[in-house]
């Protein structure tokens, strides 16, 4: 069934909170006489809520000598949440920002007429501050917190807790006069109460390994698919999108956090091989053999060799074309596309591996495009960072971004090719030699 109501929790998933939240928790223990506590022990202790988190951080910072149940505990409690809070409040965006990719993913889901929600152990005034500071609360239909109050006027339990999740789909339902049931979506967390809330619901759930929870805890759940970010469902959108639901490979692909074309991108190429007398087709980057099998497909005659460095996916990939009785008609091979010995004429190079690498693989295979040939070359936009690179602000990312921006340069500049692009899928370039028209 197709997935049309997307749920995500806040930190972890969309927000990278931790330094704010961290430097809150230790200004309010300093305030009270208690010993500050590492960053580290924070982000372990975050994920069910304000109260837990404080008790937590009390445990640890007094060696378990706080007692919460005491009388004089109680009142300390009560005084220390009322200044952690106001002080979150007020400090709430000095240092948290975005995960990488989230904007352009709910520009995307917003696009497709999805509707987008937050449901957030947070309390719900200070995610909406978070949000409008980084200027993504336009894109939620509803944010869900526990201080958020039902129909009834009663506040909702927090998550693994489902009555956060029953509340979102009734109020979607009754504010869009849709029909959604728990079949048509999905939660996206970072932690093992997402993930339990989720199918204590009945819907699809996706892990988000990247953020602040326990990874161990958050897999041991078994979520139905798995990523390092959440952004990176993007390529996702449209297969969840499905009436007919998701395909074992998709599945695979999703699980096990595979990268694949997204079909925007794959239906561009698609069209280009129809098109043209495209017969051999070169692919650097294979993954599971997803792109290789749909171009293989479109006709009888066309033949495609593609490179794979990853001995998992490659494996997986050698299964998924088998299946397909494709084995005489795609040629895998296991290993480095920049030492593989790769002999003949491609009448189509499609470029989607190691981005950094973009351009050693441009000139180390450019010489074996045929006369009329194309190269094409994925990801140029890179989920919008390539145009905004205010949309991360991790280090390694920012670093790849900047590599991607020197290949653009590279084939803008390129003395033998052409290249034009177009803003399909994650961003595609195609390029041919200048005197093959």
């Known amino acids: 069934m197709a997935i049309e109501l997307y749920i995500f929790d806040c930190d972890g998933v969309i927000i990278n909170s931790a330094e704010d939240i961290?430097?809150?928790?230790?200004?309010?223990?300093?305030?009270?006489?208690?010993?500050?506590?590492?960053?580290?022990?924070?982000?372990?202790?975050?994920?069910?809520?304000?109260?837990?988190?404080?008790?937590?951080?009390?445990?640890?910072?007094?060696?378990?000598?706080f007692n919460a149940e005491s009388s004089y505990g109680k009142e300390s409690f009560s005084k220390i949440l009322a200044?952690?809070?106001?002080?979150?409040?007020?400090?709430?965006v000095e240092k948290t920002c975005l995960y990488a990719g989230i904007k352009e993913l709910l520009r995307i889901l917003k696009e497709k007429g999805k509707k987008v929600c937050l449901l957030t152990n947070k309390p719900e005034k200070i995610a909406e501050v978070i949000l409008k500071k980084l200027e993504v609360f336009e894109y939620f239909d509803l944010i869900t917190g526990p201080d958020t109050l039902d129909e009834n006027g009663r506040q909702i339990p927090k998550k693994p807790e489902p009555d956060g999740l029953l509340y979102?789909?009734?109020?979607?339902?009754?504010?869009?006069?849709?029909?959604?049931?728990?079949?048509?979506?999905?939660?996206?967390?970072?932690?093992?109460?997402?993930?339990?809330?989720?199918?204590?619901?009945g819907c699809k759930t996706i892990a988000c390994r990247g953020g602040l929870g326990n990874k161990e805890l958050l897999l041991a759940e078994n979520p139905d698919f798995c990523f390092s970010v959440a952004s990176e469902v993007e390529k996702f959108i449209d297969v969840l999108s499905k009436d007919d639901g998701v395909s074992?490979?998709?599945?695979?692909?999703?699980?096990?956090?595979?990268?694949?074309?997204?079909?925007?991108?794959?239906?561009?190429?698609?069209?280009?091989?129809?098109?043209?007398?495209?017969?051999?087709?070169?692919?650097?980057?294979?993954?599971?053999?997803?792109?290789?099998?749909?171009?293989?497909?479109?006709?009888?005659?066309?033949?495609?060799?593609?490179?794979?460095?990853?001995?998992?996916?490659?494996?997986?990939?050698?299964?998924?074309?088998?299946?397909?009785?494709?084995?005489?008609?795609?040629?895998?091979?296991?290993?480095?596309?920049?030492?593989?010995?790769?002999?003949?004429?491609?009448?189509?190079?499609?470029?989607d591996a190691a981005k950094a690498q973009y351009i050693n693989f441009f000139n180390r295979y450019s010489p074996l495009l045929s006369v009329n040939g194309v190269i094409i070359?994925?990801?140029?936009?890179?989920?919008?960072?390539v145009e905004d690179l205010s949309l991360t602000h991790n280090y390694s990312t920012i670093k790849l971004v900047k590599k991607i921006r020197k290949y653009i340069d590279f084939l803008k500049n390129n003395e033998e090719f052409e290249t034009e692009f177009f803003k399909l899928g994650d961003g595609i370039g195609v390029s041919r030699r200048k005197n093959s028209r």
């Open 22 to 65: 961290a430097s809150a928790v230790n200004v309010s223990l300093k305030k009270f006489g208690y010993w500050q506590i590492p960053l580290y022990k924070v982000v372990e202790f975050v994920g069910d809520g304000t109260e837990k988190l404080l008790l937590r951080a009390l445990d640890f910072s007094t060696k378990g000598k």
């Open 83 to 92: 200044f952690y809070l106001e002080y979150y409040y007020s400090h709430a």
């Open 168 to 201: 979102t789909l009734r109020k979607i339902n009754s504010r869009f006069g849709t029909c959604f049931t728990e079949k048509n979506a999905v939660m996206f967390g970072d932690s093992a109460q997402d993930i339990l809330a989720g199918k204590a619901f």
């Open 248 to 351: 074992e490979m998709e599945k695979y692909a999703m699980k096990n956090e595979v990268p694949v074309l997204q079909n925007a991108g794959s239906d561009f190429i698609a069209d280009y091989i129809k098109k043209h007398e495209i017969k051999n087709i070169l692919e650097i980057g294979t993954a599971i053999g997803t792109s290789s099998i749909r171009f293989a497909k479109i006709r009888d005659n066309i033949h495609v060799t593609t490179i794979e460095i990853d001995e998992k996916r490659y494996a997986q990939a050698v299964k998924n074309v088998e299946a397909e009785g494709l084995k005489q008609r795609i040629t895998l091979i296991f290993g480095d596309a920049l030492t593989a010995q790769i002999h003949g004429k491609f009448d189509l190079i499609f470029i």
């Open 377 to 385: 070359s994925d990801n140029l936009s890179f989920h919008g960072m």
